[in-house]
């Protein structure tokens, strides 16, 4: 998720484009740029880290100009360098584009251009818009740049300007975000309403496969194939801080909310259902090595950690190959044994855990193979292990780690098929694992159209002292997961259990005050979780069950029951996870806490 800015007008667009990235420094924030357009003159410039070191850069060369487009990278292919960093320019540096999202074909068309000669002077997939717009430009921009998304795949919210074409910006959208305004003061584009409110509240948000020319003073919108398109003036009534949260009143429920498209981010272009495999580049450059490997061992903190666990389960069930899991701040005090037969896995959606990376140092040192399952592209964690794979969750702003979990979750289900089937898991498994995860983009919905009745048991449970969360097999991790949620965010004291842990000792807490969810998808272990659910009733506890929609018989033994999907079980945790995020969201607000950052934590402990 980057930030986007363009501006044309009669104003200096420099000061507007540093306003509006500003606006929008929580979307992305390892590299910037701007490119701005004066008579003969074209200013382009780029830094690595926050905006802070753009401005710098700018202080010691000012400039102006009429028109420009700024960008605020969250990288996702390519490492964080001032080469990779947006606007990125054509051969000729006549055409400028600041791009959100992903172009999944970028390495084909990179290729056809290489061969008619273009040079391309980055990594990042983005690159290839600029030099297909160039290779399609006649002097017109936007026919150039209809003409280059027809051949485009993936997904974008775009800006661009060309010093040949000077007085427009062409904008596009698929998939991600894209609002324009004009007003009094000009045209502007930006992949965020809060970067343009304090200009005006009236918006025109584009929709997928739509293309707007903005001028200074009007602007039109048409679809792919200049096919005019009518378009509604929307004012917004939002804040700044509000539409910063996407209209939401904290980051932490958006990021609830958005995990459909998250969790689609993460699998895009990685899973070959009719192989039954998972694509992860990453990984390419120790295929073989994992071919050979006999153990895994996940070292994590938090969050983290418990998709570890779950992790286990499924490459010791589908893989078969034998996992351990590790809290980064106990391993790195034991003395593990660092062999060759052994890959060690650490997942961190920030990429700076001072534990996790310590730990990770160790095993470095002692010549272990290192993956990293990370979501900060560039972070220090991404940048230490050997090899690995990003989450493509998108920034994660909201203390409590929602998306990243079900993101790290999502990757180590390709992890899993990467591996089984590089192992004994046949093609038919294969594609239905493929099968089965494609499928989850589609059915969060469904749970999160539920939020109503969690919202309701929250406000029955609110008062409530403390928490037991139980689940088995796959949904144990979730049982921590879902605990941690609540202590973190409500500070309502939580304990998750293994469901068979019950009988030996916390069973003993259980009375009419002292509350348990109990995860009882329709799995192999359903059976067993109802025993334990009678068990709890039978001592006057309260049971909210996670329970599978159609499962009538759930409702005569739990006191509440929320509903989820059918899913492969192995993929349960994905599913069931959501309830308990918005069960917590929902406390923490009754509460009165700030659920975004709550008391005594940080995003990233990147403290010992
Ligand atoms: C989870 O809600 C917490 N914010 C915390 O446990 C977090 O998961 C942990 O600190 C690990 O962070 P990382 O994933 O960035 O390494």
């Known amino acids: 998720m980057c930030g986007i800015i363009g501006y044309i007008g009669k104003e200096n667009a420099t000061p507007l484009l540093f306003e509006g990235l500003r606006r929008e420094s929580y979307r992305g924030y390892d590299s910037s740029g701007i490119v701005v357009f004066e008579e003969q003159a074209t200013h382009y410039v780029r830094a690595v880290g926050k905006l802070e070191k753009l401005e710098e850069k700018f202080a010691n060369n000012p400039f102006s100009g009429n028109i ?90 775009l800006a661009v300007i060309a010093k040949e074409d000077p007085e427009k910006i062409v904008a596009a959208r698929l998939s991600s975000p894209l609002v324009i305004s004009v007003n009094s003061g000009g045209g502007f584009v930006a992949s965020d309403p809060a970067a343009l409110l304090s200009h005006s509240n009236k918006m025109i948000f584009l929709d997928d496969k739509e ?91 938090g969050t983290s950690y418990h998709a570890g666990l779950v992790g286990e389960y499924m ?24 062999d060759k037969e052994t ?10 855990t001072a534990d996790t990376l310590a730990a990770l140092k160790e095993v470095k040192e002692k010549g272990g193979l290192t993956l990293g399952i990370v979501n900060v592209v560039g972070s220090s964690i991404a940048r230490e292990t050997d090899a690995g794979a990003y989450n493509h969750a998108g920034p994660e702003i909201g203390v409590a780690s929602t998306k990243a979990f079900t993101s790290q979750l999502t990757v180590l289900s390709l992890l899993c098929l990467f591996l089984g089937r590089q192992r004994q898991m046949s093609l038919v498994m294969g594609q239905r694992i493929a099968k089965e995860l494609a499928r989850i983009p589609e059915l969060i919905p469904q749970i999160l159209s539920g939020a109503d009745n969690i919202e309701k048991l929250a406000q029955k449970y609110r008062d409530a002292r403390n928490f037991l969360y139980v689940g088995r097999k796959y949904n144990y991790p979730v049982a921590l997961e879902g605990a941690l949620k609540l202590k973190e965010i409500s500070y309502i004291h939580a304990e998750g259990y293994g469901a068979g842990e019950m009988k030996h000792g916390p069973i003993a807490l259980i009375d009419e005050n002292f509350p348990t969810i109990a995860l009882c998808p329709s799995d192999s272990v359903y059976e067993k979780m109802v025993s334990n659910i009678q068990e709890i009733k039978a001592r006057n506890g309260k049971v909210i069950a996670i329970a599978t ?39 923490g607000v009754l509460k009165g806490n700030d659920v975004d950052k709550p008391r005594n934590l940080a995003k990233s402990v990147t403290v010992e």
């Not at 498209?261 to 998972?278: D, F, P, Y």
């Not at 351990?324 to 044994?337: G, L």
């Not at 650490?346 to 700076?352: A, D, L, M, T």
């Open 68 to 157: 420009g487009v700024g960008h605020s990278r969250w990288a996702t292919h390519g490492n964080v360098t001032e080469a990779n960093a947006h606007p990125h320019a054509d051969c000729k540096q006549n055409i400028f584009v600041v791009h959100n999202g992903i172009i999944e074909n970028y390495a084909a068309l990179k290729e056809k251009l290489e061969k008619k000669g273009h040079r391309f002077t980055s990594q990042t997939d983005t690159e290839v818009l600029p030099h297909l717009i160039e290779h399609f430009f006649k002097g017109n921009l936007e026919e150039a740049v209809q003409k280059t998304l027809q051949l485009v795949k993936g997904t974008y919210g």
């Open 211 to 301: 293309i707007a020319v903005v001028q200074s003073d009007n602007f039109r919108v048409t679809d792919m194939y200049n096919k005019p398109k009518e378009k509604e003036i929307v004012e917004l009534e939002w804040t700044l801080e509000e539409a910063q949260k996407g209209g939401y009143p904290y980051f932490m429920l958006k990021e609830i909310i958005e995990q459909s498209e998250s969790v689609k981010n993460s699998m895009r272009g990685r899973i070959l259902t009719e192989e039954g495999r998972a694509k992860l580049g990453g990984l390419q450059q120790v295929e073989k090595q994992l071919r050979d490997i006999k153990r895994l061992n996940i070292i994590a903190c």
């Open 315 to 338: 490459l010791e069930e589908y893989a078969g190959i034998p996992t351990d899991v590790d809290f980064a701040s106990e391993f790195r005090y034991r003395k593990p044994i660092i």
């Open 343 to 352: 890959a060690f896995v650490f997942i961190s959606q920030s990429g700076e």
């Open 549 to 587: 929609e159609g499962n009538e018989d759930i409702r005569k033994i739990a006191d509440d029951v929320i509903y989820i999907p059918k899913i492969f079980e192995m993929l349960t945790p994905i599913l069931t996870t959501i309830p308990l995020q918005l069960f917590a969201y929902y406390i």
